[in-house]
Every structure is written in C-alpha cells, then in structure tokens.
C-alpha cells in the first residue's frame, strides 16, 4: 500500500487508537467483526498491517503488536529518501528551465518586439534584475542624480553589480557632477570600482539610460518613474550607445579628486547655472537639471550675485549680457 497524506490520516485518526486498544488487551481476535472486509475498523486494521505493526499468532486466531522501533525507520526512511530525490530532481529541472528562460530574455519576444513598454516599479526593478543577471559582456548606465536617490543605492542594487563584474562584465556608469557629494553615492561608487567598474561624472543633464551587452536598453516612459521603454531595435540601441559614448569623453572620473579637476568641475556647474538663468528656468528646474536639491541651487545663484556684485536676479543678468557672458565660454572662471 502507497503511503501519502490520505493513509496518515488514518493511521492518526484510527489506526492508533486500534493499535492502543491491541497492546493494551495483549492483541485482537482474527475473528473479530470490526477488523474484517466490510467492518469499521477494516481500513485501519490493514494499514496496521501494511506497515507491519501487528503480526499474526502461529495458530492464525489473533494478531499481536509488534514494536513501532522496529517499524519505524522501514516506513520513514524511505519517505524521506523519496523525498530527498524529488528536491533534487526539482532542482534539475530548475536548472534546465533556466537555460530556456535565459533564450527567451534574449529574445525580442520577450518584451513583445523591438519596442515594448512595462509598467510598475516592482515589475521594471524585477525585469531590470533579469536583464542584469543576464549580461554577459557590458553594462553602459546613465543615472541622473534625481531620478537615482539616496533609497535605490542599496545594499541590493551594489551586490547585484558587484556579481555581474565578478563574472567578467564590464561596468561603466555615468552621474552629474553633484553625485559626488551623497555619501551614498560615494560608498557604492567605491564598492564597484573596487570590483573593477568605471563610474564618471558630466555637467549636463540628462535621463536614466541602461544598455545590456549592446542588444537591449532600458530608458524612462514619457509618463514618469512608473513606466520603461525596452528596446531591443539595433539601430536605436546603437543610437542610443553612440550618445552614452559622446558623453562619457567628455566625462570626468569619479574617483580623482586632483586640485585641478575639482576645479574644471566647478566651473562647469558654474557654466551651467549661467545657463540656467539665462534661459529662465525657475529654481526647481534649474535644480533639477543640475541634479541637486533647490536650495543648493539657490545657493549657487548666491554665488553669482557675489561675484558680479549683484542684488538680484535682474542685476545679474544684466551684467553678464553687458559682459558677453553665456554660460559656454570654454575658459569660464569658477566662482
């Protein structure tokens, strides 16, 4: 007799008090009408003897109990054995699905062709996992500074890096230069470059971008954070390659903190403050393209005001247009 759920429940709900009652009485008469075909009892009697707790007398006119230690490792032990090989043989044929999934992620099907749109930050995280876990040779990331805070920088995110350098992917990530003052930042940046990544900083504003292995990108939906683009398209993708690498040249490595270079920077987010203002962007624009917080912002235009010896904003843009100032002179003083 097989052993599952349906025969514990009898040997639980039945079978033990039958077997209570035989030791107790010093066994049970073969004749009894309980225990025969068609009796109450039948069902529990015979899986007490399918597992071999009782045992028939020499003169067959009564079954006697035996003792459930000799019993038990017969009926367990291969219970967990079968056990132990239906985990395994569970495992195996994870591991053969996942070679299929990983051909099925490659593929434009996937995302449903060479463009798709996904929806929900726990379903873009998820697919933007997969297609980490999936790289093989590049990883090309653009994070401005607002749109990548402080709570996505976690231990997940670094860990999930770290793994894809560790298999040999390249790493290159670009931030705006304010990136360089969250110590968040900083910390992730250290751990990854360590690993082997390359992580730069430029002035200008730009949107999230990802591209794996040069085959898929991932870039923000028109609605907001809550929607992505995949593309999967390999002109669009190359496109997309093409300006990543314009800016990354003209990007300055994280990781030095040179006299020099730290100096470049700040003329460089001076430039583009001037431009802001001069284009008229309110603050929170200004900031936001500069990808740093509105009162850091303001403090910037402070700044200005100082150096042009300036009260307000009016004053300040006057002067730099009397001085022939637009914010893309190549040699601009920092403040």
Do not use: C
Request: proline share 4%.
């Amino acid at each position: 007799m097989p052993l599952g759920p349906d025969e514990r429940v009898v040997f639980e709900e039945q079978a033990t008090p039958l077997y209570e009652e035989i030791v107790t009485s010093g066994g049970i008469n073969a004749a009894d009408a309980r225990i025969a075909r068609g009796g109450e009892l039948h069902a529990a009697f015979a899986l007490l003897v399918d597992v071999g707790l009782v045992t028939k007398s020499d003169d067959g006119l009564t079954w006697a109990a035996v003792d459930p230690a000799a019993v038990q490792a017969r009926v367990v032990a291969p219970l967990g054995q079968q056990g132990a090989e239906l985990i395994a043989e569970s495992a195996h044929w994870a591991n053969a699905f996942n070679t299929v999934s990983h051909a099925w992620r490659r593929s434009p099907s996937a995302v449903g062709g060479p463009f798709a749109e996904i929806r929900g930050l726990a379903t873009i995280g998820n697919f933007l996992a997969s297609l980490v876990s999936d790289a093989e040779e590049e990883l090309l990331t653009a994070q401005p500074q607002y749109r990548r805070g402080v709570k996505q920088l976690d231990a997940g995110v670094g860990a999930r890096d770290i793994a894809a350098l560790k298999r040999g992917v390249k790493l290159r990530t670009l931030y705006q230069h304010a990136a360089r003052r969250s110590a968040d930042t900083r910390k992730y940046v250290a751990a990854v470059t360590a690993a082997g990544a390359e992580v730069r900083t430029l002035d200008e504003f730009f949107n999230r971008l990802i591209v794996v292995d040069r085959r898929v990108a991932l870039i923000p939906g028109h609605e907001g954070t809550d929607a992505a683009m995949v593309i999967s398209d390999k002109s669009m993708v190359g496109y997309l390659v093409d300006m990543f690498e314009r800016h990354w040249e003209r990007a300055r490595p994280f990781t030095s903190s040179e006299t020099s270079l730290m100096r470049d920077i700040a003329a460089e987010q001076r430039a583009m403050t001037i431009r802001m203002l001069l284009e008229g962007r309110a603050d929170p624009a200004g900031a936001k393209r500069l990808g740093v917080s509105p009162r850091t912002y303001a403090a910037y235009v402070a700044d200005l005001k100082s150096e042009f010896e300036v009260e307000t904003r009016f004053q300040l843009g006057y002067e730099m247009g009397k001085r022939g100032i637009s914010g893309r002179e190549a040699d601009a003083p920092p403040a």
